[in-house]
């Protein structure tokens, strides 16, 4: 299983662009970048997923260089509900467990 | 998108009691399913994998005969706590893995996790 790397908190205002970087040198080839929120006292949810170069939806948008040992996720005017803690993860299958690592706390403020 | 719900949500319980929480995938089978706990502050921990029909899969550290699995259908995964202490206080997380909503691959769906307080 590929481990990530990503910062430990962020802080940011309301209204701001946030950028979440994740690095995960020993992707495999078959392997698919997904991020996952997660509330206080909540299960996390998927939020975004993708293999290569851009993926967006409603929520976020997902940059994945060429080299896919990255992945950067892009929440663009952040509210004050968009604290929680974001996690990046990779794997190739969903049936595949996961193993989460740390996660990104993000706060937001007034 | 996929539902997975859990009960309850909340329980507290005595020391040396045992305590059951279900997880059950409301809207699609799931042959597989995964438990996870979570202490204040922490990133969730991968405790076992729930296959239907057949034994879990503990990671390695957690005891098998004190956090029992069972999958007994394709919707329900239970885990009992058998006798609970204080330091087994925690949020207990189940997922699912499901048809992708806004993926190509196959997506956890997590449960809203059940608080255990063990006094």
């Known amino acids: 299983l590929a481990k990530t790397t990503q910062p430990i908190s962020m802080d940011s205002y309301e209204g701001q662009e946030v950028n979440i970087t994740c690095s995960h040198n020993n992707i495999a080839t078959n392997d698919y970048i997904t991020w996952y929120q997660q509330f206080p006292s909540q299960g996390p949810r998927f939020i975004i997923q993708g293999y290569k170069t851009k993926v967006t939806n409603e929520v976020a948008s997902l940059f994945i260089p060429a080299d896919r040992k990255s992945s950067t996720l892009s929440l663009p005017r952040v509210s004050l509900s968009d604290t929680a803690v974001y996690y990046c993860?990779?794997?190739?299958?969903?049936?595949?467990?996961?193993?989460f690592g740390a996660g990104t706390r993000l706060a937001v403020h007034p | 998108g996929a539902v997975v719900s859990q009960h309850p949500s909340r329980v507290i319980c005595k020391s040396g009691t045992s305590v059951k929480i279900e997880c059950r995938s409301l809207?699609?089978?799931?042959?597989?399913m995964f438990w996870y706990r979570q202490f204040p502050k922490q990133s969730l921990m991968l405790m076992a994998t729930s296959n239907e029909g057949s034994k879990a899969t503990y990671e390695q550290g957690v005891e098998k005969d004190k956090f029992l699995i069972n999958h007994a259908s394709l919707t329900l995964s239970t885990l009992t706590v058998t006798s609970a202490h204080p330091e087994d206080s925690s949020f207990y997380i189940c997922?699912?893995?499901?048809?992708?909503?806004?993926?190509?691959?196959?997506?956890?769906?997590f449960g809203p996790g059940t608080r255990l307080t063990v006094t």
């Open positions: 809207d699609f089978q799931a042959t597989t």
């Open positions: 997922s699912a893995p499901g048809a992708p909503s806004g993926g190509a691959d196959y997506e956890q769906y």
């Open positions: 993860h990779v794997s190739s299958g969903g049936y595949n467990k996961l193993i």
